[in-house]
């Protein structure tokens, strides 16, 4: 299994009707652990993608403590003065998680 180095995993999300980012269950990288799912907002998200925090799209395999199966990276793009999150360099008019889950 090949290790790679991330500060978050987003497994998950919740939508609002324009598409936008309501809520992400999120699991935080602690130095060599990772923590129980959290649920952060849009707000929180985006700072840490400002802050140049490496959040990537996964899942925590089951019963493997620390160990997730990883997906694409997630980027902050900026459109008309607005941050928009996506797994897709370019610009973006709303924020954009090609195989996330819904929760």
Do not use: C, W
């Not at 939508?15 to 309501?22: C, I, M």
């Not at 129980?36 to 707000?43: A, F, K, S, Y």
């Not at 403590?65 to 973006?92: H, M, P, R, V, W």
């Amino acid at each position: 299994m090949v290790k790679t180095n991330f500060d978050g995993i987003v497994e998950a999300v919740r939508l609002d009707d324009n598409k936008q980012l309501l809520l992400a269950r999120f699991y935080e990288r602690r130095g060599p652990i990772v923590s129980d799912h959290l649920l952060i907002n849009r707000i929180d998200l985006v700072q840490r993608l400002k802050d140049g925090q490496r959040i990537l799209i996964g899942k925590r395999l089951n019963k493997m403590g620390s160990n997730f199966e990883t997906g694409e990276a997630l980027l902050l793009t900026k459109n008309n003065g607005l941050d928009y999150i996506s797994t897709q360099t370019g610009t973006a008019n709303q924020d954009q998680f090609k195989g996330v889950p819904v929760f």
